[in-house]
């Protein structure tokens, strides 16, 4: 690799693989030390090619499930088997790895635009803005920046585009779907909420058995299905469709509270 060599979006790779091997060494222990990483589906990850893959996920915090996909991408293509421990599998770390993410949140401070370095594909938000609710059109560069990285590598999407649970998928994500044909390929996170405050920056509590499960990839007939469709089976995917919601009996409750007491990581 030239000093100088760039990517699709102008980013010196030479800088990129040093962040993502500073910030995996400073985030290592709040995903294998001061909590614990639960994972499932390292074998899907090595066998996926090189580009045009989407990942889709549901979404817990601005940052801390990103930079967990970073260590969990880096860690399968290097052998491990559903495990991060050894942080050496970020020296040569997959460079391609790209995440769609809110303008306004990469812009909020330098630590963000630092970040951004490392692979953001920023987008404005056609909903919302500076905390108001919005109606604009989206814009033809942000899609168009997702197909350049599709093109490029692997690209990360949060399709409710919001930390809150069970809120609808948003229709462009199943547009980028139909349009750019990606092996599309289903996360889901749990137990970050409970362990960083909302940014995903400052740890909230330790001892938190954190859970990351991927799936295997979508069946899609890119050509015949609607987007109401593909919408679906991204809800259903991410485990994020109103059936999801239901009432749950009291015994069912207390399992689960005692559960989640069990989940509290020794060492």
Do not use: C
């Amino acid at each position: 690799m030239g000093l100088f060599k760039r990517n699709p979006f102008g980013h010196i790779l030479f800088l990129k693989k040093w962040l993502i091997r500073t910030f995996g060494i400073i985030t290592h222990r709040r995903y294998r030390g001061f909590n614990e990483l639960h994972i499932e589906g390292s074998e899907i990850i090595r066998a996926l090619p090189d580009r045009n893959v989407l990942f889709i996920s549901n979404h817990q915090t601005y940052f801390a499930d990103v930079v967990a996909m970073f260590h969990v991408f880096n860690a399968s293509l290097k052998g491990r088997g559903d495990s991060i421990k050894n942080v050496g599998y970020l020296w040569q770390p997959k460079l391609n790895i790209y995440y769609v993410a809110a303008k306004e949140t990469m812009k909020s401070g330098l630590l963000p635009r630092i970040l951004a370095y490392a692979g953001a594909i920023t987008v404005e938000r056609t909903w919302r803005a500076k905390g108001k609710e919005v109606q604009r059109d989206v814009n033809p560069n942000d899609t168009e920046n997702i197909k350049v990285a599709l093109e490029d590598g692997w690209v990360i999407t949060f399709p409710q585009g919001t930390t809150k649970p069970f809120k609808p998928i948003r229709k462009g994500t199943a547009h980028i779907i139909k349009q750019h044909k990606p092996i599309v390929v289903p996360i889901v996170i749990d137990g970050f909420r409970r362990s960083f405050d909302k940014k995903g920056l400052r740890m909230k509590k330790k001892g938190i058995l954190q859970s990351f499960i991927v799936k295997e990839p979508l069946e899609i007939d890119y050509e015949n299905e609607s987007i109401e469709s593909i919408v679906e089976k991204v809800e259903y995917a991410i485990e994020q469709h109103p059936s999801f919601l239901k009432v749950i009996p009291t015994e069912v409750l207390e399992a689960q509270e005692e559960l989640n007491k069990k989940r509290q990581w020794d060492y």
